[in-house]
């Protein structure tokens, strides 16, 4: 009732502010599980992409959104939840993993959809980066849902990192035919398997979207784009300092 009460509450106005396109709506499956595996643009994907849905859509979150204390932290709480999010706690790599492995299996047990984006994290350039095996993969052979690739087109033109006001565009979404990976179900602790069917997935988004394909993790790129910022600006003032004891 939460998420019907809030996807009235932010996803009609969401439609009617920003009248996101969409194409392929009837590759969702009526009902029973399935999995959406989407790029990964903006923090309004997971707003944006169930707003466009009549089925409700399960997406996994961190933690931390629904620990906060304070009235801010609750009514975060409220928001993430009734938007159909569930936490994980991504304090350890390897438990985390495996608590979006179990959160995932849970939500298609129950035979609704579960949304992940296997790059892991936000793209920090727009360009699609490699598939992170562990969640995706394993979730689909454990259960043998159907993965159904989605691509998120122009979302991180909504609100660039540092724009407070959000830009009124069209998104779009484009959501691709479903993959059945049952001749794999039982591998999924072969790393070889994970890998071929997380690659898969991943072309099947690169297709969709358009996007260039970068061929290492989302956030070892966030780390090599930090470093490189952080040694500008070192080096930045070191020609201030060379500048002024010159002057």
């Not at 479903?178 to 997935?201: C, I, K």
């Not at 260039?212 to 952080?230: F, G, L, P």
């Amino acid at each position: 009732m939460l998420y019907g009460t809030m996807k009235v509450a932010i996803g009609g106005p969401l439609k009617v502010a920003f009248r996101p396109w969409v194409e392929g709506l009837e590759n969702i499956p009526a009902e029973g599980p399935a999995i959406l595996a989407s790029n990964h643009l903006s923090f309004s994907d997971s707003f944006f992409l169930p707003a466009v849905l009549d089925r409700k859509v399960t997406f996994i979150a961190k933690a931390e959104y629904f620990t906060t204390p304070g009235v801010k932290g609750r009514l975060t709480a409220a928001f993430f939840k009734g938007a159909g999010q569930l936490p994980v706690d991504r304090s350890g790599a390897r438990g985390a993993g495996e608590a979006a492995v179990k959160a995932g299996i849970d939500v298609l047990e129950r035979g609704e959809l579960f949304g992940i984006y296997p790059e892991g994290t936000r793209s920090p350039d727009g360009r699609l980066y490699r598939g992170k095996p562990g969640g995706l993969a394993r979730v689909a052979l454990a259960t043998g849902a159907p993965v159904i690739p989605v691509a998120m087109i122009d979302t991180e033109k909504i609100q660039p990192p540092g724009k407070v006001m959000p830009k009124l565009m069209r998104p779009g979404i484009r959501i691709g035919k479903a993959l059945d990976f049952s001749r794999y179900q039982g591998m999924e602790h072969d790393r070889f398997v994970l890998r071929a069917v997380t690659d898969e997935v991943m072309y099947e988004i690169m297709k969709l979207s358009g996007q260039e394909y970068v061929d290492i993790y989302a956030t070892a790129a966030k780390r090599r784009i930090a470093e490189a910022a952080k040694a500008d600006k070192e080096q930045a003032k070191e020609l201030a300092k060379k500048e002024k004891s010159g002057a």
